[in-house]
């Protein structure tokens, strides 16, 4: 598994540093292994998992929440197709490997400004409503892990509104 991480990382930062510093992308596997992991992929890698935690609070994940999360994390995170899926993934993986949600919710609470949590919290509302379908565990869920983003419990009931609101228009 820390093979799959470091290479995710490895892969994604190469790319990006190269394009930086008008290389031709034909780097070494010598020159990758000195990079750092990237605090922004590390972020996005926390965010993923906790919205993966969310789909499957339910005991069920379903096509809706998949494509969910792959339009957030491709719309949020500037992210094509191949990466996103590389990064769910991923994400998917520490998820699992986690005991509970502080290590994601803390990198973002320590990362994000107000206005990001509450684009993450809304993004996180319109997953809970993809199924079709609200379970106590969900809206649990969704308090607990708002709370331990320091989302304020008004902000938290605005944006689940909006998303009521978004989905009985359309």
């Not at 892969?11 to 990079?35: F, L, P, Q, R, V």
């Amino acid at each position: 598994m820390l093979e799959a991480i470091k290479s995710f990382f490895q892969n994604n930062i190469a790319a990006g540093d190269a394009g930086d510093a008008g290389a031709t992308g034909a780097e070494t596997e010598e020159s990758k292994e000195g990079k750092p992991e990237s605090g922004e992929r590390r972020i996005e890698v926390a965010a993923c998992a906790l919205l993966l935690e969310l789909a499957h609070a339910d005991d069920e994940f379903s096509d809706a929440e998949r494509q969910h999360i792959e339009s957030t994390i491709q719309r949020h995170f500037d992210m094509d197709s191949g990466t996103g899926d590389e990064l769910m993934a991923l994400a998917e993986r520490e998820r699992r490997a986690s005991v509970d949600l502080f290590q994601f919710t803390s990198l973002i609470g320590n990362n994000f400004s107000e206005g990001q949590k509450m684009v993450l919290v809304e993004a996180m509302w319109g997953l809970v409503y993809a199924d079709g379908k609200v379970t106590g565990h969900e809206t649990y869920l969704m308090r607990k892990i708002s709370h331990l983003l320091g989302v304020k419990p008004g902000y938290m009931s605005e944006l689940r509104k909006r998303v009521e609101q978004k989905r009985t228009n359309s």
